[in-house]
C-alpha cells in the first residue's frame, strides 16, 4: 500500500514536533504494509552528553512488546504438542506455589494476565526468584475473570518454555521468531555486550516527585534482563519485519510462523482489561481493539529509560513502530499516524494533531478558580491568559497538569506531591497535596471523617530501595484514608487486611500487597511491596 509523500512529509514533521514537546533525545520509527517497509526515519540523538545521533542501526529496548514473541513461541510448542494451554501451571513448573481457594492457574490465564497475580516488584534479574515469591501470595480472583497486569505472570511463561525446550527462553525465541523472520540485528537478552549499540536511556533527574514534561532529565541505569515479560533490543527495519508476519497472519518470508489457528489465538478478544492502557480486549500479548470498523492490534513497552509502541492495522494492512530512549508517549504519535494513513487512503483530510508542551489542560480552567484554604494556608486559583495560575504566599507561581484534575506546582512546599483536585457532583471542592487538604472556601468540603487508626501514624513515611522500577514511594495519611503514593504520584488507597497487610488499590479484587515490619521507635522501617524490599529512609 503506497503511501503519498505529501502524507509522508507531514507525519515526519508532525514527529518533530512531538520529539520537542515531549523533550525527546532520540526516536526511531518504520511504517510497513503487507509487503514491505514504506517508511523509516530515526532523528535525535542517542547519548545527549556525546551528542551521538540515532541511527537505523542503533537498539532500542522495545519492553513489553516482547510479550508476543513469547506468546509465539508457547503457541509453536502448543501446535507441536508440547503444551497444554488448559493445563495447570504446576504441571510444567512443579516448583511453582500460590495460594489459592480457586481453581488452578494456567498457561492460558498466564498469558492473558488473568491469572489474579501481582504485576511483580521487578526487584530481582532472575525470573526464578520472583515467580518463586508468588507462594506468599494468595490470588485475589477466580482465574480468568479478572484482567491485572502481570509481568510475573509473563516471567512465569518464559520459564515454562525454558522447562519444555530445555534451552533459554531468549535462545527459544531467536530460533521460533527472529531468525525466521530475518531479525538479525535484534536481540533476545539485553546483556552489557550490546550496550555499546544501545541508545541511552533517559530518566527523570528526580525520582520522588512529580514528573512534568519540563522536568530535567537524566541517563537511566542500565540493567541486563533475560525474563520473558521485556528482554528484546531491536531497531525499526527489524520490527517492521515482525508487523508484516502479524500483518500477513503469521507468515514469515519463508513460510508460516505460526499456524492460522495460532494467530487466530493470538489476537483474540479474551479479556477486556479494566484499565485504560490495555485496549479495548487483550489476546495473548497484544492489545485488540476495533478502530472505526477496522481490528487494530498492538502494544505499548516501557523500560527504564525506554518506551515504545507497536501498532497494525490489520484491515488496512498497514504498521508501524516508534522507539524512544525516555519516559514519552510513542502511543500518541503511532495512533495518530495510522489514523493519518487511513484518511490519506480513504480520500479524507488528515486528523489534527495538536501538540502541546502539557500533558493535560483543562477545557474550563475557571471551574478551579477560588481560595483553598488549609491547615498549612492558602491557595489562590486565578486564570491568566487561558491558564490556570495559582498564587501561595504571595508569590504567583506557574502550573503545569499532568492529568485530569492534577497539576504540579512550581513552589518549593509543593514540590514532592501534585495538586490533585477533588470534585462532589462534578463541581471542584477541594484540592490535595500529600497529606493536606484546602477546602475551596465557596464550596467547603464536609469534616465528618472518622478518626483513623493510631497505627497508621507508624506507617506514614518515605521507602527505598536499590530497585531501579520503583526506586521508592511514599504511605501518606490523608483524613482517614492511607494512600500508597509511587514515585509518579499515582495514588492508590491501602485497605488493611485480616493477615495485617494491606491492599493496594480500589478494586477489590487487586492482588497487589504491602505489609510493614520492623517495628523501632514507633516506626515501621521495612515494606514489602508485591515482593519487592524497601527500607524507611531519612528524606520526607
Not at 504494509?33 to 542503533?58: I, W, Y
Not at 493510631?454 to 506507617?459: G, Y
Amino acid at each position: 500500500m503506497p503511501i503519498a509523500e505529501d502524507t509522508l512529509d507531514l507525519l515526519e514533521k508532525q514527529l518533530s514536533e512531538m520529539k520537542e514537546a515531549f523533550r525527546v533525545p532520540g526516536l526511531s520509527l518504520a511504517i510497513t504494509d503487507r509487503d514491505r517497509t514504506l517508511h523509516a526515519c530515526a532523528m535525535g540523538v542517542s547519548d545527549t552528553s556525546a551528542g551521538k545521533e540515532v541511527t537505523g542501526e542503533t537498539l532500542f529496548q522495545i519492553g513489553s512488546i516482547s510479550k508476543s514473541f513469547a506468546a509465539i513461541v508457547i503457541l509453536q510448542l502448543r501446535e507441536r504438542g508440547k503444551v497444554d494451554l488448559n493445563a495447570p501451571v504446576k504441571e510444567y513448573l512443579p516448583w511453582l506455589e500460590i495460594k489459592s481457594r480457586h481453581a488452578p492457574i494456567t498457561l492460558h490465564h498466564l498469558m492473558t494476565h488473568t491469572a489474579g497475580i501481582p504485576m511483580g516488584s521487578e526487584g530481582t534479574v532472575a525470573g526464578e526468584t520472583e515467580v518463586w515469591e508468588l507462594r506468599n501470595f494468595e490470588t485475589s480472583a477466580p482465574p480468568g475473570e479478572y484482567f491485572h497486569y502481570s509481568n510475573t505472570g509473563y516471567k512465569a511463561v518464559g520459564l515454562i518454555i525454558e522447562a519444555i525446550t530445555g534451552r533459554h527462553c531468549g535462545d527459544a525465541i531467536a530460533q521460533g521468531v527472529l531468525r525466521p523472520l530475518g531479525m538479525t540485528r535484534t536481540h533476545a537478552t539485553i546483556t552489557n555486550s550490546i550496550r555499546a549499540s544501545t541508545a541511552t536511556g533517559y530518566c527523570p533527574l528526580y525520582d520522588d516527585r512529580p514528573v512534568s514534561r519540563s522536568s530535567p532529565l537524566a541517563p537511566a541505569p542500565w540493567s541486563e534482563s533475560a525474563t520473558a515479560d521485556g528482554s528484546i533490543s531491536s531497531v525499526p527495519e527489524d520490527m517492521a519485519s515482525y508487523i508484516r508476519m502479524l500483518l500477513r497472519r503469521g507468515e514469515g518470508p519463508d513460510g508460516p510462523i505460526i499456524s492460522e489457528e495460532s494467530y487466530d489465538m493470538l489476537t483474540s478478544r479474551f479479556v477486556k482489561p479494566a484499565d485504560s492502557m490495555h485496549g479495548e480486549h487483550y489476546g495473548y500479548g497484544f492489545n485488540v481493539e476495533d478502530q472505526d470498523g477496522q481490528v487494530v492490534i498492538g502494544h505499548t513497552g516501557g523500560m527504564i529509560g525506554f518506551t515504545s509502541s507497536l501498532l497494525a492495522n490489520l484491515d488496512l494492512g498497514v504498521g508501524m513502530v516508534v522507539l524512544t530512549n525516555c519516559l514519552s508517549e510513542p502511543e500518541m504519535l503511532s495512533r495518530h499516524a495510522l489514523s493519518t494513513i487511513r484518511a490519506a487512503a480513504e480520500g479524507r483530510p488528515a486528523p489534527n494533531l495538536v501538540v502541546s508542551n502539557h500533558a493535560y489542560m483543562p477545557k474550563d480552567a475557571s471551574e478551579y478558580v477560588g481560595r483553598y484554604s488549609g491547615e498549612d494556608g492558602e491557595i489562590e486559583m486565578t486564570v491568566s491568559d487561558g491558564r490556570l495560575a495559582a498564587t501561595v504566599d504571595g508569590k504567583k507561581c506557574t502550573l503545569e497538569g499532568i492529568r485530569e484534575d492534577s497539576f504540579v506546582l512550581d513552589h518549593e512546599s509543593f514540590r514532592l506531591f501534585p495538586l490533585k483536585f477533588t470534585r462532589e457532583a462534578g463541581q471542584i471542592v477541594g484540592v490535595a497535596c500529600g497529606p493536606e487538604v484546602y477546602a475551596l472556601e465557596s464550596r467547603l468540603e464536609r469534616d465528618d471523617h472518622e478518626e483513623p487508626p493510631k497505627l497508621w501514624d507508624s506507617l506514614v513515611g518515605h521507602y527505598r530501595s536499590h530497585n531501579p522500577w520503583l526506586t521508592n514511594f511514599r504511605v501518606v495519611k490523608r483524613r482517614d484514608r492511607l494512600l500508597f503514593v509511587d514515585s509518579s504520584s499515582e495514588e492508590e488507597p491501602l485497605t488493611p487486611l485480616s493477615d495485617g497487610s494491606f491492599r493496594i488499590g480500589v478494586d477489590p479484587r487487586s492482588p497487589e500487597r504491602i505489609r510493614f515490619d520492623r517495628m523501632i521507635g514507633g516506626k515501621a522501617f521495612v515494606a514489602y511491596v508485591s515482593g519487592g524490599y524497601y527500607q524507611r529512609t531519612f528524606t520526607p
